[in-house]
């Protein structure tokens, strides 16, 4: 058996909280080949799909790897696509490289096409009845109209992730045409508004999903006393919750909707009782979860895929 990740530079990785490097770990543990690359290590040549990789060898305070080789697709029996976004151009083109891994019965988690075909905000609008009011709009007036009737409003851009570029508005907010003159680079770019959920204070919970089923664990990200972003990056405490009615709910509404479009591994995003996001690129947390829990998370994933 050899798997294959497909990961930002490895050099970037925290090695002590990556997901990704948890289910790496757990592969070579089972001893299944362990490969990774980065997003423009990807050629085509006569129809073959070639990848330059590297095996990777153990862990210690860092990855130890082989030199990189080069393989044709059909060499791996699954690739994990784990880059996180911006989903630019790159990202757009490693998705239809791809596609030649999938013709060829090769399992791509997620599905490239799947992937491509569902950004991370705007995917939650099939979902239209377990989402806080929302709108998508590049105007600066759709986004004051909805304002004036919600009082208080997140507006986030499209392709960001981590908390970036997120803010939060109400009536009084004297700067409120600055942060949409920022948001929709002066109307010509589109972004999602979506109404404030007071529960963010009781955390932002990430649950992981594969194939439809969800881990027994979320990870509740509370936010700091100086970010209303609950977002690990920007501050936001990791609390491991187990998951309630609430949760099971929202994810069983989704459910066969991911299982029909092979988005395998997924982790959603819950305030209250509403889905705000649906991360379908690298979903994180896995660390968090199984050192607050005990839950072998990794264990899980690879056996479940």
Do not use: W
Request: net charge neutral; glycine share 4%; proline share 4%.
């Amino acid at each position: 058996m050899a798997y294959l990740f497909i990961i930002d530079p490895v050099d970037s990785l925290n090695t002590t909280k990556d997901s990704t490097l948890l289910l790496m770990k757990e592969c070579v543990r089972r001893k299944i080949d362990t490969y990774f690359c980065e997003i423009n290590q990807f050629s085509m040549n006569e129809g073959n799909l070639n990848i330059y990789s590297h095996k990777v060898l153990g862990f210690k305070e860092k990855i130890n790897y082989k030199n990189s080789e080069l393989h044709e697709s059909a060499f791996f029996n699954k690739i994990f696509i784990r880059k996180d976004p911006p989903f630019d151009d790159d990202y757009l083109n490693l998705t239809y490289l791809l596609d030649h891994a999938v013709k060829k019965d090769i399992e791509v988690i997620n599905n490239p096409s799947s992937v491509r075909n569902h950004n991370e905000k705007l995917s939650i609008l099939n979902f239209e009845e377990i989402i806080p009011p929302t709108i998508v709009t590049s105007t600066s007036k759709d986004v004051i109209n909805f304002l004036r009737i919600h009082k208080k409003i997140v507006l986030k851009p499209i392709n960001g992730m981590g908390g970036n570029g997120i803010f939060v508005t109400d009536n009084s907010d004297q700067n409120l045409n600055s942060i949409l003159e920022t948001v929709t680079v002066k109307d010509s770019k589109v972004m999602m508004a979506q109404k404030y959920v007071s529960d963010i204070t009781k955390g932002d919970k990430r649950i992981i999903i594969i194939k439809g089923e969800p881990l027994p664990f979320c990870l509740a990200r509370i936010p700091g006393d100086l970010d209303f972003r609950a977002n690990l990056a920007k501050g936001g405490v990791g609390v491991a919750k187990k998951l309630t009615e609430q949760d099971i709910k929202i994810v069983n509404s989704i459910k066969q909707y991911l299982v029909k479009n092979k988005l395998d591994f997924v982790g959603i995003d819950v305030i209250g009782k509403y889905l705000t996001e649906i991360n379908v690129t690298s979903p994180t947390c896995l660390v968090e979860i199984e050192k607050q829990t005990g839950f072998n998370c990794a264990e899980y994933v690879i056996d479940a895929l």
